[in-house]
């Protein structure tokens, strides 16, 4: 088991309201899991993964990474993020100053690898990843679709255990939207990280090996 | 400087075009363009003031004068005798006996008093360079007088000028005896020391002798030396060889005071302008607060990606840092070039009659440079350095969630 979480209670305050989104939520991850998460908007399903990601601290329950029992507040989570999690967002977060492998090797640098070890990597990834006409453009010169599976390659480059992808289609039409399903699957099968996918596409969710719908704040399998 | 923060540094240097010059900073960096040019121009123009003053009082006096202690005159025996003590001083450079003596000059209706200096023009003249068309020597009954005085009585060279001297120890029944006689303007004094170009009257030491009722005397010895601001030290050396019959006065007791307000005004222009700089910091501080809403996203991603928040401020740091210090060299150049502008314009002199000269010069010089790049990168810094702390209150968490 790579990741687990036991027990998640999470409330969030809304004016004078207390939304209850995650209420005792439990999840075991194994090495080489494709786990789709579905659910209705407001569900508590991007809170779940920011909460399995580090970047949210549940009211009440226990979080474990490698057997670890670990918070978003301890002093080293950064670290953890950048050694163990890799992450896509509904919108690909690229940093515009930077070409697509720069972007790649950002993961790299922040871990303290050289400028040249971690371009190379990043390289090697995109040429994998089919990118390597790509590798020197800028984000606003890429398709929604390249700029999302460079952001898939800059989750994969350090290799993590686990890949916490929010929505990753969310704003791709549909054939860009097949790609990058096939891609996310393809290298799952590869290079064996476990994939926790947030999504509202339903059908493509019911092929994954593992799906959960998460309803009144619980993960139920489908 | 951790790897992430190298990596994003070496960016900006290799291409500064795209990642440095945005326009977000057009205004930042024509504040502080605009500021530090006002602050360096100042500086350069006070300076220059400074300079040429300096120049002009040690151009326009003696470095050290001699005059006997007991009176007014000292004898030309004397006079030989102190001379060859001094220019055996390796830090002397000449000795020039002279006369002076206040007296009043005429013209028709019109009265002006004036400084004569009579030279002995048998010698080096160091005042020559400041006379338009110095003949090389003044004739008998020739004298050079100062433009603002030639001005003000309406002479020109070639016309006459009458001296006179009141002799205030030869009382008549019919009341002071007055000395008087009349030169010819062999040229005129111009050396931009509005006192002296408003009152100097230079003649022949025998035609001053004559005027003043006195014989082989003269009242002072003019010394120039190597290092005029080592003047008084001298003065007490050359006093030491002299003896107590001899007086040595260093040009800096006039001087000192004036001297000493002028660097003070410089300084104060210094701190005031200054404060232009910190009003351009505060564009400084709306471009960086700028760019942390815009880059919310990249900040957000780069925590996420286990950056830590020292980190990120130093990236955006850098950003705004090279593009500040940029635009505070370039502000210096601007400085500069006012400067230059203010020193050429023919349009506008000083009035040498409150501001002792009549000519704006500039200088500029590395002290000045190093103070202002220093003190005004490090106001950009500080006003780069407040906004920037946000990064530490971002939460990631929150920036997602307003874009889903």
Not at chain 1, 112 to 137: D, F, K, P, V, Y
Not at chain 2, 118 to 131: L, N, S, T, W
């Amino acid at each position: 088991m790579i990741a687990a979480i036991h027990n998640i209670y999470k409330t969030y305050h809304d004016s004078d309201q207390l939304i209850e989104v995650l209420r005792g939520t439990s999840l075991e991850i194994e090495e080489r899991d494709f786990i789709c998460i579905t659910g209705k908007s407001g569900s508590g399903k991007s809170t779940l993964l920011h909460i399995l990601g580090l970047l949210d601290s549940p009211d009440s329950g226990d979080l474990e990474i490698s057997g670890r029992k670990i918070s978003s507040l301890m002093s080293d989570a950064a670290l953890i993020r950048n050694r163990n999690l890799g992450f896509v967002f509904q919108f690909h977060y690229l940093v515009e100053d930077l070409t697509a492998s720069e972007n790649v090797a950002l993961p790299l640098l922040i871990a303290g690898e050289s400028a040249t070890a971690s371009l190379a990597q990043a390289r090697e990834l995109l040429i994998h990843l089919g990118l390597e006409q790509r590798l020197n453009r800028y984000p606003n010169q890429l398709s929604g679709g390249e700029q999302q599976r460079i952001a898939l390659a800059r989750a994969l480059v350090n290799k993590p255990a686990m890949v916490l992808a929010d929505e990753p289609t969310g704003n791709l039409d549909p054939g860009h939207s097949k790609d990058v399903w096939d891609l996310m699957y393809r290298l799952n099968s590869e290079l064996g990280q476990a994939f926790v996918i947030v999504t509202h596409d339903v059908e493509a969710a019911a092929k994954a090996p593992k799906s959960f719908e998460l309803a009144e704040g619980v993960l139920i399998p489908r | 400087m951790d790897r992430l923060e190298a990596f994003f540094l070496s960016k900006y240097l290799q291409a500064p075009k795209r990642n440095l010059f945005r326009f977000s900073f057009v205004f930042m960096v024509l504040g502080i363009v605009l500021s530090v040019g006002i602050l360096s121009a100042g500086l350069n123009l006070f300076e220059g003031y400074e300079s040429t003053l300096r120049n002009l009082l040690l151009d326009s006096f003696a470095h050290i004068s001699v005059q006997s202690s007991d009176s007014a005159y000292l004898s030309r025996e004397q006079a030989q005798e102190a001379i060859a003590k001094l220019n055996k001083h390796k830090e002397v450079l000449s000795v020039i006996p002279s006369i002076h003596y206040p007296l009043m000059a005429q013209s028709g209706t019109k009265i002006r008093n004036a400084n004569l200096r009579a030279y002995d023009f048998a010698g080096e003249f160091p005042y020559a360079k400041y006379i338009e068309n110095y003949p090389g020597e003044l004739q008998e009954s020739e004298i050079v007088i100062g433009h603002y005085l030639a001005t003000e009585m309406g002479l020109q060279p070639g016309d006459n000028v009458s001296l006179i001297y009141p002799q205030l120890d030869r009382i008549s029944p019919l009341g002071i005896y007055n000395g008087q006689q009349s030169f010819k303007i062999a040229g005129l004094y111009r050396s931009g020391y509005y006192e002296n170009d408003r009152s100097i009257i230079i003649a022949n030491i025998s035609d001053a002798e004559q005027l003043l009722l006195i014989t082989n005397s003269i009242s002072k010895l003019e010394i120039r030396i190597r290092n005029p601001q080592q003047a008084r030290e001298l003065a007490k050396g050359l006093s030491a060889i002299l003896g107590s019959q001899y007086t040595c006065i260093s040009w800096d007791l006039y001087a000192s005071s004036l001297l000493r307000l002028v660097e003070m005004e410089k300084w104060l222009i210094f701190i005031v302008f200054t404060f232009l700089v910190l009003i351009a910091g505060f564009n400084v501080i709306s471009s960086v607060s700028t760019i942390i809403i815009d880059k919310g996203n990249e900040i957000a991603v780069l925590k996420t990606l286990g950056a830590n928040a020292k980190s990120i401020k130093r990236i955006y740091a850098y950003k705004v840092g090279m593009v500040a210090i940029l635009s505070v060299v370039i502000g210096q150049a601007f400085g500069a070039f006012l400067s230059w502008v203010v020193e050429k314009q023919t349009f506008y002199r000083l009035k040498g009659d409150v501001y002792f000269i009549d000519t704006i010069g500039a200088s500029i010089t590395p002290f000045n440079l190093l103070a202002v790049f220093v003190v005004a990168s490090l106001l950009i810094s500080l006003c780069i350095y407040l906004p920037l702390r946000q990064i530490d209150r971002i939460q990631i968490i929150s920036l997602f969630r307003q874009n889903t």
